[in-house]
Structures are given as C-alpha cells and as structure tokens.
C-alpha cells in the first residue's frame, strides 16, 4: 500500500477501508510518512469529511498508536474531562480540584494551546517549577494521595495523535469533526478513565462555530465512548464570548484561584459548577441536584483551592503563588484598548481575541514558539455591558509595545457596540447522553 494512494482517494471524496486508516496511523506514528504527506491527508480529510466508521476506526488506530494506561490500580471510579478548545477556558484547573474534593479521582492529560484557543498544560507552566510531565507511578500516586494529577500527554499516549495535534495546529486543519473527535477520543480512551466529561465549546471561539455541529460533534464522541464502555456526558457551553475575563497564563492562573478563593467572574464560576457536578454525577455520587450541592460546597468551604495547592505541590509548582497571585511576573508593556463609541457591548468575538493573544505572545504561531507566559488580556468589560466612548474594555500584557499595538488593531474587529444590549444566551446549551439530547 502507498500513503500517495490513500491521499488520493480521499481527495476525491472516496471513504478509507480501516486498513489504510491503521496503515497511515502506524506509518505516520513510526515516522515512515512524513509530515508533508500527512498534512496532505488532513487537509483532504478536511474538505472531504470522514463517515461514522471511518472517524471510529480513526480514533481506535490512534488510541492504539501507544499504551492504553490501566488506572484500575487506583481505587474508585476515575473520571476524565475534555474541553473541545476556547479562549479563556481555564475550566480544567478549577473542575479537577474541585472534583477531588469531592472525594472523585481525576486523572487527567491535557493539551498545549492550539490555533487561537489555550492550553491546560501552558497554563500549568505558567506556575514556577510546575512539572506536567510525570512517571506513570508518579502520577497515580498523586491521583491516589490527593484525588487529582493533570499532566501532559505523555510520549507515549495516544503519540499519533500528540504529533497529528501539533501539525494540524499549523496547517489549518483543526476545525473537522472527525479530526477534533478522533483526537480528542483518542487520548481519551487511552487514557483509561471509567468515565469521560466532554465540554463541547460551539460559537465563535470554538473550532466548531454552528450549534448543530457542535451537537453532532458529541453525539458522535458519546457514542464513540460509550461503544468503548465508557461512561459518557457532553456539555455543549457557549464559547461566543471568551469565558471569565483573562485570557492569556499566568492571567489565567490568577482568575483560577480567584474562582477558587470564591471571587471570580460569574460566568467561569456558574459553567465551572456545572462541569464540576456532571463530573461528580458520573463518578455516581448522587443525583444532578444532589451533586451540584456537593460542588458548591467544596468551592465555598475552600476545600477545592486546598486541592488545587496540594496538587500543584504534588507536582513540584510553587503554591506561595497561588496563594500570593501578586507574585507572578507581570508583562513589561500594557496597553489599553477603549470603545470607540459608547452604547451596549452587543459582540465580543473570542476567535478574534484569541488570535490577539498569540499575537501578544501567549501562543504559538509556528511548532516550537516559546510562550510569553505573561502575556495575555484581562477583559474589563464583557458582552451585554454598557461602555461609554473611551472607557477601557481590555487591558493588553505583552513584551513589547509593538506586540500591544498589533493585538490592539486586532481587536478592533473583536468588539461590536450597538444601541440595544444583545439577547441573551445560555451558557450551557445542551446536555448529550447515550440516548438523549436536553436543550435548555
Ligand atoms: N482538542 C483536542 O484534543 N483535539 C482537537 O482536535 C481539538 C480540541
């Protein structure tokens, strides 16, 4: 078999046998075919979809590309969770916390930042000394000792899909369904959780933009699960406005412990309760009502930030900044960006925000960059919010004033101000299951 052929008849719309799906897996994961004709694949994969079964036969050839991680050594039931990818989502690191406190086991792995969204484990680094990089008994001793380890994924987990992520990264190929579904089950599957939370981000900022799409995308990621004995949810949550109001690391670390302190943004605190109960819900702990009380109290009684700082020294991170937020670096440039008429905040696009944080250098344009862990903005105003003409809507953090004044004209195309405020929208939008759909 040749990848050439296999590239062609995607091209022309032709549907993969499994057998020349495992072969390019394989051939790409021992580094036979190499990037350029993967990447040519991707892209004809892009234009020309993937069916059910293909998109199946996909995830399993590359949740098999390495090991399938055996958790049962750790007692309980393990739950995982997944974020399709949003710009200021920094929702992992206050769920996971706040599940363990709640007596569930979270062991999860996490992704770097891809396209204009971040990453769990960029963030982590963004405290000193934080590993995301741990032994296998490392990790489970942390998962057993403290309820929750989140690390990076390792060389050896799903290694097909660690080097397809990073290439699709820079070769616009991200935003397929059956890319981001094989992808992200994957890893997933193996993973070895018992169960899996999965937060479907639909609206601008997300890689999936139509909410239909969205929905179809964790239906087929529920069945996907489940037809691998998983135990499976999927939140679809709005992503149409950057969630919280820092977007950008260390920001980000900082807003997290707010959440946790019980001081954040409304939004970031009401979706992380949310994911936070179904988490607690599939670890089988109660009911929807008698979790989301669970949630709640391990956020108010300070059990959840407790978590968070035993993890994090668990994994070699400095918790004096988590306690002292103060204490992280500060950009040497700040600039502000002002509404240019005054009226409601009607849009706040969290595509184009994201695409001014790379910009300010809190991601990566090319495989490789270096983060400015710094870097990033703290939105002061958000959609539905009044402005008046010159008042500041976001502050901007980078290296350089150059760095401030692209991401400011940037901005320019992010923010829509009108006379009258927005309808409003839900955060969650739908809740998928095995076998129903709730719109709410
Ligand atoms: N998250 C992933 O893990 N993979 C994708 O393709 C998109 C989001």
Redesign the pocket.
Known sequence: MRIYDVILKKRNGGELSDTEIAFFIKGFTDGEIPDYQASALLMAIFFEGMNERETATLTMEMAKSGDMVDLSEIPGVKVDK?S??GVGDKTSLIIAPIAAACGVRVAKMS?RG?GHTGGTVDKMKAIPGMRTSLSQAEFFSIVEKIGCSIIGQTGNIAPADKRL?AL?DVTAT?DNLS??AS??MS?KLAAGSDAILLDVKTGSGA?VKNLENAIALAREMVAIGENSGKRMLALVTDMDTPLGCAIGNALEIIEVCDVLKGRGPADLTEISLVLAANMIYLAGRGTPDECRKLAEEALESGAAFDKLCEMTEAQGGDVSYLNDTEKFARAECIGEFKAERGGCISRMDSEVFGTASVTLGAGRKKLGDDIDFAAGIILEKKTGERAEAGEIIARVYASSEDKIEAAKDILKEAVEISDEPPAKKPLIIARVSKNSIERF
Request: net charge positive; aromatic share 14%.
């Open positions: 997944h399709t990818g992704g891809l992520y699709r991200v890319l981001i992808s992200v890893k890689f």
